[in-house]
């Protein structure tokens, strides 16, 4: 089982509210993504690391999203002004890198805002 | 772009008949991406069910089965004989690996609730 941790698994915000939310990657997973699911189950990966390095974002993650992984503290996924179709499910993963491919899932943070 | 196609969003099985979940992806930006069956069971994450990273291979895991076919673009998911606790949201994903790189993003369909009746 992984052992990806999120923090909260439910956020209720109100629009225009920053909504913020946290990962721990499993133990010497240096590679950790974002991803959004839609209440019709559409994945939508938002941006990736590699340590504390962005490697890949979208634009929207560029423009009203804000994401770090700091050193020696969980990573965190910020949307700076809340939307209604930001209501989601995201999802924060892991994985060893380095060709090793297999990503592990947290349980998520279910985001409603209102 | 590249995509995952699942075309049934609810599937109904009987306990111990068999099962096959449907899989078609679509790869523009690599020849041979590596693909992954995933599964959401009842109030829990996640979780990798199997991978195939080699055209031609066949993955297993829990009595499931999936075979990567390159000519047909498929990695149809199956089970001869299916149990209640397999209900569960099944998802097909791929990624378009570069060897040795990292930090490939997944590519998932929308997923086929699979529910066993006893």
């Known amino acids: 089982n992984s052992k990806v941790i999120q923090t909260p698994r439910y956020l209720v915000k109100g629009q225009g509210q920053k909504a913020k939310m946290r990962c721990i990657p499993e133990k010497g997973h240096p590679v950790v993504f974002w991803y959004q699911q839609n209440k019709n189950n559409e994945f939508k990966f938002l941006i990736n690391f590699q340590n504390q390095e962005v490697l890949q974002q979208i634009d929207m993650t560029e423009k009203r999203f804000s994401a770090e992984c700091p050193s020696n503290s969980p990573c965190s996924l910020e949307i700076q002004s809340s939307e209604a179709g930001d209501s989601a499910l995201y999802l924060c993963a892991s994985s060893l890198g380095r060709g090793q491919d297999t990503q592990y899932f947290g349980p998520g943070t279910r985001l409603l805002v209102l | 772009g590249d995509s995952v196609t699942q075309t049934e969003g609810q599937v109904t099985v009987s306990e111990s008949k068999s099962l096959i979940i449907n899989c078609t992806y679509s790869a523009t930006s690599i020849a041979y991406p590596n693909l992954f069956w995933y599964v959401r069971y009842p109030g829990e994450g996640l979780q990798l069910l199997l991978k195939?990273?080699?055209?031609?291979q066949k993955g297993s895991s829990r009595g499931f089965e999936a075979t990567y076919n390159k000519e047909t673009t498929s990695f149809h998911l199956q089970k001869a004989s299916v149990q209640e606790s397999d209900s569960a949201v099944y998802y097909c994903a791929l990624s378009p690996l570069n060897y040795g790189g990292s930090g490939n993003k997944l590519i998932f369909g929308t997923g086929t609730l699979l529910s066993v009746k006893p």
């Open positions: 195939v990273i080699t055209a031609g």
